[in-house]
């Protein structure tokens, strides 16, 4: 092939592997996302297919799978089969794929013929990657986000101090395993460019989330350390005094005070003026007196707009932001200016989320990215350019190869 973009088979479902691929869309890499044709299923394929609201024109797709399948081609090989096992391996071959991924339970990558040995042994640069929720030393966990979260302590410290523990508003373990294989597989494939190896990488999510537990878990070292910080503080930060959301005459907002010289510039501001004592010159003394600081911010902020506290602070250069539902946020010129988009197939523009980071392939696309492919869309070009005949295609099709 020539000129041939780094090419991705994804065996793909759910989240955390969608998300990781999106990121190497963007980046102008070829993914083939690979599904289960689910013969005699009601809703073949990846479930997330019809999770939301149905979109116009776009039969078996949802608003949910949008997103994280922009710009993927999709393929159906049943791997139950032995046919449709052979056919992955021909692929990797055919297509000179440089990455294969899955989030399969690493309990079944054997039987599925999509372990590393078998698949390197296809093609032995490939460079192999499998998110799950424990990593292969426990290959018969399942995980999923919400789940994650509770085992792996965020539940336990989101949340009102006297409240139930609550999960993030987003699936954030998913994410993050999400970026880790992306990252783990960028890396893989500039070491390659330089040993010529393939390389084998596991991303536990648990381990991923346990990561970011850097400001909770090396607490335990410590035992002086105010135990609670381990502990649930609602909208408070843990270390930083004062941190938190205050209501407003119309809203709420967040100011997040870094060190004591802010403190003393909010203090002796005009109409702060009464914040101030001796005893809270410190990070460590207004910890001492912070249920009484907070008392008193609330009262200032509920005699002021949201807008007229957020311009208070800002001319003091202090960290403010009003709290911002997600249509709010919509309309924000940051967003506005960064939002990728795709074409539904009712002919409208729909805006996503923007990339992480907005790469030359998005801005050579103006940030647009083709709208998710329906259920093996894509099985005869792919199969096609990997040598197959019309008649072969048709062939595997009748035996519920694909």
């Not at 090396?218 to 609602?234: H, M, T």
Request: aromatic content about 6%.
């Amino acid at each position: 092939m020539k000129n041939k973009p780094i090419t991705i088979l994804s065996l793909e479902q759910a989240l955390a592997l969608p998300h990781a691929s999106l990121r190497m869309v963007q980046m102008g890499w070829r993914v083939i996302r690979i599904e289960s044709p689910g013969m005699g299923e009601e809703r073949p394929g990846d479930p997330n297919r019809y999770i939301g609201a149905p979109v116009d024109g776009a039969e078996g797709i949802s608003s949910y799978f949008v997103a994280p399948n922009l710009g993927k081609e999709c393929m159906t090989i049943n791997l139950k089969l032995p046919e449709g096992r052979q056919l992955l391996h021909h692929l990797v071959n055919a297509l000179e794929v440089d990455v294969f991924m899955c989030n399969t339970l690493p309990a079944r990558y054997a039987a599925l013929g999509i372990d590393y040995k078998s698949l390197s042994g296809q093609k032995p640069d490939l460079i192999w990657c499998g998110i799950s929720a424990m990593g292969p030393g426990e290959p018969s966990r399942a995980g999923y986000d919400p789940a994650l979260q509770a085992l792996m302590g965020f539940t336990y410290l989101t949340g009102e101090p006297d409240g139930m523990p609550v999960p993030c508003g987003l699936p954030i373990i998913d994410l993050k395993a999400g970026d880790e294989a992306f990252t783990q597989v960028a890396l893989a494939l500039l070491e390659r460019g330089h040993t010529g190896r393939g390389k084998e990488i596991h991303v536990s999510m648990a381990q991923c989330a346990a990561s970011w537990l850097i400001t909770a878990l090396p607490q335990l070292n410590f035992p002086a350390a105010d135990p609670r910080v381990l502990e649930r503080s609602g909208n408070e930060h843990r270390s930083f005094i004062p941190s938190n959301a205050y209501p407003t005459l119309d809203g709420f907002v967040y100011l997040a005070i870094g060190n004591d010289s802010q403190w003393d510039k909010l203090a002796h501001s005009p109409g702060f003026e009464s914040l101030y004592r001796s005893n809270r010159v410190t990070n460590e003394g207004r910890r001492a007196d912070k249920d009484a600081i907070y008392k008193e911010m609330k009262a200032i902020s509920l005699g002021m707009s949201t807008d007229d506290f957020v311009r208070h602070c800002l001319g003091l250069k202090l960290a403010v932001a009003p709290v911002q539902a997600i249509p709010q946020i919509a309309q924000m010129d940051m967003v506005q200016h960064q939002a990728q988009h795709t074409t539904l197939p009712t002919g409208q523009t729909a805006w996503m989320a923007p990339a992480a980071y907005t790469t030359d392939y998005l801005k050579n696309n103006g940030l647009h990215l083709d709208f998710p492919g329906k259920l093996g869309q894509d099985n005869q070009t792919v199969l096609a350019q990997a040598g197959y005949t019309p008649q072969e295609i048709a062939q595997m099709k009748a035996q519920h190869t694909i």
